[in-house]
């Protein structure tokens, strides 16, 4: 199997002349599965292995237990989705950013999260510059200091944006979703008839911002489907004992 060298790309789309499965190339990948298995080092070397361990990573007895990419020809794990415009798999795939020109997946995450923050943080610190400015020469005519003031229209503006940009991607964070899980739910298969306030891979807010923040490793850290046990237990509501124990953490 193909040596990875990016973190949230599982593939690469192969030639059209020779199309091969990513799994079936020299080299080898590190794989961490959760849950059960964790802890577990998983070496790549052929597809059926590589197949058997995607397929491990669904319940037994759900209707589907692989999705094979079309485009890269490799089973792709839960979570995973082939970005057309970079051309790859991604792990845990969020979304394109036409900003940044690249695909925000499990690797960079964390650092586009924080990203979004510090513009949030500029953007702020430039409109307090700008109102204090407004302030000093306040007796001045308001004409003369009219493109100040559109600038500050246009950041205010920016500023929404980002904030509510900020607060959704955090929301994102503490219920460990993904853009992609979240818009387009309903078109996903193993996500299909999970009931919409059921999150099915949180495992608790302070857990999800531990291993959103603290946990990055060379290894991937592949995420296998709930139980319906599990789901169960997610789906149930919370009640006073509940808030009081802390299950939401």
Known sequence: MRA????????????????????????????????????????????????KLVMDMYPPGTSIRSCTCSYCNVEQPPRAKHCHDCDKCVLQFDHHCLWLGSCVGQDNHCKFWWYICEETALCLWTGILYIMY????????WWKDAIMILLLIALSIVIIFLLLLLLFHSYLVLTNQTTYELVRRRR????????ERVYPFSKGIC????????????????????????????????????????RCC
Do not use: H
């Not at 407004?134 to 005519?141: D, M, P, Q, T």
């Not at 009640?239 to 009081?244: H, M, N, S």
């Open 188 to 195: 996903i298969p193993y996500l299909r008839r999970i009931p």
């Open 134 to 141: 407004l302030k000093a020469n306040i007796s001045r005519a």
């Open 4 to 51: 990875v060298n990016e973190t949230n790309v599982i593939c690469q789309k192969s030639s059209m002349a020779s199309k091969q499965p990513a799994s079936s190339q020299n080299g080898s990948l590190n794989v961490v599965i959760e849950g059960s298995q964790s802890g577990r080092n998983f070496q790549g070397s052929n597809p059926s292995s590589w197949t």
């Open 207 to 246: 857990r999800n911002l531990y291993n959103f923040c603290c946990v990055r490793s060379s290894i991937y850290s592949l995420e296998p489907l709930p139980s319906s046990q599990e789901l169960e237990e997610k789906a149930r509501p919370y009640t006073c004992l509940d808030i009081l124990a802390c």
